[in-house]
């Protein structure tokens, strides 16, 4: 492994994207105005099959739904490397005063899930008319489903594009880092993320008369205080863990005793032994809430992402190629994360990296966060993803 041999030649590759980059831009607006839900991404999928066609690489499509993926094989042998972006869009209305406001009502590209496609495109354009020089294989996954469990990754790679993949890169969009800053960590950056849907089935009846019902709220009311001290009283101070109830939904007249109430709510942790912890606790605690109120109850567990653990070695690597790339001040600390995103499984199955690229600017519009139907972000962030990228390959295939 190595960089890139010759500085004019890394410089000259640089160059190139440089040159592209308002073409990049016009990939990402594109896409922006023509968004696509998760598991929906048909056309957004050719859009990309046809620019992977049109540089000259083998595509191949479907892959674990709408994913697709991108191969660009050098004259030399050598490792395969793999990176990835996402491209689903959110049920999200844009409520931005732009050109390229999404034109699908209630749809939005509201997490740059846009940017990180039509950056890795560039670099796979640009990538193209070096392979003369690579010494391997690069593999550009483009995936599908980011933002809907269970994802798009896991899919993927129950397909197999991973299976010749020695390491695997990712990159994100992120409006709370200034333009210019890259944000690294080792070890675990985001949680896993699962879901539970708790149904309580009691007894409806009069207001008037409770002793003759059996209120489902009341048994609701009560799981809900008890959740709250899983994290409290539960789990070590030492581990970080989230239960979240987000949705209470019960009753249908403020003089009738519900019978049933459902509650939804998310479990966030980093490690396998708190999250098993944390789901059996749920069901002990609905069990006996339940059982003394002599009510029913059915749970729905679904596990999702699991947490995104970033490998020592190829993070420290990376994080001395950014700071080649850019500056030492430009390459900062990652702050580890509640949130989730699957491209852990990625790196659940190989080693690898995954960190968060600035894209705030000293302009409003750049300042609202991900998920926000005023999300945007500066576009030189995407010529910052690519030069990332493009350094990264250098040192592994060069």
């Known amino acids: 492994m190595g960089k890139l041999q010759g500085s004019d030649s890394l410089q000259s590759l640089y160059k190139d994207l440089e040159r592209c980059f ?16 998760s598991f929906q991404e048909k056309k957004t999928a050719r859009f990309i099959e046809e620019k992977l066609t049109s540089f000259g690489l083998e595509v191949r499509t479907h892959i674990g739904g709408n994913g697709l993926i991108g191969i660009l094989k050098g004259e030399n042998e050598g490792k395969t490397l793999a990176l990835r972006a ?19 009502k209630g749809v939005m590209h509201a997490c740059g899930h846009d940017g990180h496609t039509s950056a890795l495109l560039g ?39 991973l299976d010749q993949v020695d390491y695997v890169f990712g990159a994100h969009l992120a409006s709370d880092i200034p333009l210019g800053k890259i944000a690294v960590g080792e070890g675990y950056q985001m949680a896993a993320v699962d879901k539970f849907v708790i149904t309580i089935e009691g007894k409806g009846g009069h207001g008037a008369k409770p002793h003759e019902s059996i209120d489902s709220i009341v048994i609701g009311s009560e799981i809900i205080g008890s ?9 070590s101070p030492l581990q970080s863990a989230v239960v979240t109830v987000g949705v209470f939904q019960a009753g249908t007249a403020f003089n009738i005793i519900a019978d049933t109430a459902t509650l939804e709510g998310t479990v966030r942790t980093f490690d396998a032994k708190v999250r098993n912890q944390i789901e059996n606790e ?34 420290s690597e990376v994080r001395n190629l950014l700071k080649d790339v850019f500056t030492d001040e430009s390459v ?67």
């Open 227 to 235: 959740l709250q001290k899983i994290v409290s009283r539960r789990i």
């Open 282 to 315: 749920i069901h002990s605690i609905v069990k006996g809430v339940t059982s003394g109120y002599y009510a029913a109850y059915k749970i729905d567990y679904l596990r999702g992402y699991p947490a995104l653990y970033n490998h020592q070695k190829e993070t």
């Open 22 to 37: 308002e073409e990049v831009v016009s990939w990402r607006r594109f896409m922006h105005q023509y968004p696509e839900l």
């Open 332 to 398: 900062i600390e990652m702050e580890p994360s509640m949130g989730a995103e699957d491209f852990a499984y990625f790196l659940v199955e190989k080693p690898g990296t995954y960190f968060k690229v600035g894209a705030r600017n000293e302009q409003e519009n750049t300042h609202y966060p991900h998920h926000h139907p005023r999300f945007d972000f500066d576009e030189r962030a995407l010529l910052n993803i690519e030069k990332s990228f493009v350094n990264i390959v250098s040192y592994y295939l060069f």
């Open 123 to 161: 670099v796979a354009q640009t990538l193209s008319n070096y392979r003369h020089l690579l010494k391997g294989t690069v593999i550009f996954i483009f995936q599908h489903a980011e933002e809907l469990p269970p994802g798009g990754a896991k899919a993927m790679i129950e397909e197999n594009v």
């Open 86 to 104: 996402d491209f689903d869009a959110l049920p999200i209305t844009d409520e931005k005063d732009v050109s390229y406001k999404s034109l699908h």
